[in-house]
């Protein structure tokens, strides 16, 4: 399957991994739908980048916002593709404080809000639209493509809402691979290491190299470009379902 003359969602494409993402299908001539909360960012963006790019304000956790998103996707064309790139929110916080204290809840809650149950949602709605497509050659009706992070299997310490988070993106890939594997629609995850995002710049250059210093190759963070290429990749290769790929330059959370 090929991007060109078909529809695709990318959450969170005003910034970060969702910007390189939506740059990198709008080349390859899809039509691109920014599902995000960033109005300037986004609305900049989508002008920057002309007529098959479009901003549609999304709240990942709201079935009615995503709703709307699929429905102006499919007002574009085919909607094939789906890839779910967005943050915002994290707490770092331990399971016990050091008054003793347990950690509020509220944060967890949120945390797993946002990355699980708003993957889930757009995962979910996304596909049902998928589905009413006809299917290639080879049975195919389209792709999506989650985001974990190696936070998932190495969680460091006062990560544990985020941790559990994509943990459980990770472990949700494989069964939704198979549940929709009879529908034509295939899922794969990525799970980036430290990648050098605006936000993470925000840091300066001294923490970055300190970042930098604990990956082994290349010596240095990944590109949102990278990420972009790979999710590119995936989305283009038929054979890619139901796992999940590092994209961390042989990195490894250690617990700090």
Known sequence: ?????????????????????????????????????????????????????????TDVTSEASVLETVE???ALGTLRYAVVAHGGFGVAEKVVQR??????????TKTVDLY?????????????????NEPDADGQRGAIVTTASIAAFEGQIGQSAYAA??????GLTLVA?????SLGIRVVTVAPGTMRTPIMESVGDEALAKFAANIPNPKRLGLPAEYASLVHHILENPYLNG?????????RFGPR
């Open 116 to 132: 699980l149950t708003g993957t889930y949602n757009v995962l979910r709605l996304a596909a049902a639209a998928i589905a009413q």
């Open 165 to 170: 988070s994509k943990a459980g993106v990770v």
């Open 72 to 74: 102006a996707a499919k």
């Open 243 to 251: 796992e999940t790929i590092r994209l961390d330059g042989a990195q």
């Open 177 to 181: 691979a198979r549940d929709l594997s």
């Open 1 to 57: 399957m090929k991007l060109a003359d078909s529809v695709a969602i990318v959450t969170g494409g005003a910034g970060g991994l969702g910007e390189a993402t939506v740059r990198e299908l709008a080349e390859a001539g899809a039509s691109v739908v920014i599902a995000d909360l960033a109005d300037d960012k986004a609305e900049k963006l989508a002008e920057d980048l002309g007529r098959k790019v479009k901003y549609v304000r």
């Open 99 to 108: 008054d003793g204290s347990p950690a509020p809840l509220a944060g967890f």
